[in-house]
Nanobody
Framework: DVQLVESGGGSVQTGGSLRLSCQAS???????MAWFRQSSGKEREGVAA????????YYADSVKGRFTISQDNSKNTVYLQMDDLEPEDAAMYYC??????????????????WGQGTQVTVS
């Protein structure tokens, strides 16, 4: 199994920035790493994904131009740089892994492994 550990959450003011990290316990895993988020009373939604083999990236429309997903394969780590944060971005953020990304990267059922989440608060 792969274990995913998120870090970097916290509390920021509107317009601020945070960088989330997700470290995987091993390499040689699925090629798609993604960030999802879930706020109270809402469905968990895909935020961004990256194919760790060809570095192709995918974003939800709500975060395009503000969030950037990146990877450091030497550290088995994927990052989510979040800029110009809005109160609507406040949520628990989860890292997840799937075999492949593709145009349906945002579907939760694709993902076999999930982290425990890191909380982001925007006020």
């Amino acid at each position: 199994d792969v274990q995913l550990v998120e870090s970097g959450g916290g509390s920021v003011q509107t317009g601020g920035s945070l960088r989330l990290s997700c470290q995987a316990s091993r390499s040689g895993r699925g090629s798609c790493m993604a960030w999802f988020r879930q706020s109270s009373g809402k469905e968990r939604e895909g935020v961004a994904a990256t194919d760790i083999r060809d570095t192709r990236t995918y974003y939800a429309d709500s975060v395009k131009g503000r969030f950037t997903i990146s990877q450091d394969n030497s550290k088995n780590t994927v990052y989510l740089q979040m800029d110009d944060l809005e109160p609507e971005d406040a949520a628990m953020y989860y890292c997840a892994e799937a075999a492949l990304c593709g145009d349906n990267w945002y579907l939760r059922v694709k993902y076999n492994y999930w982290g425990q989440g890191t909380q982001v608060t925007v006020s």
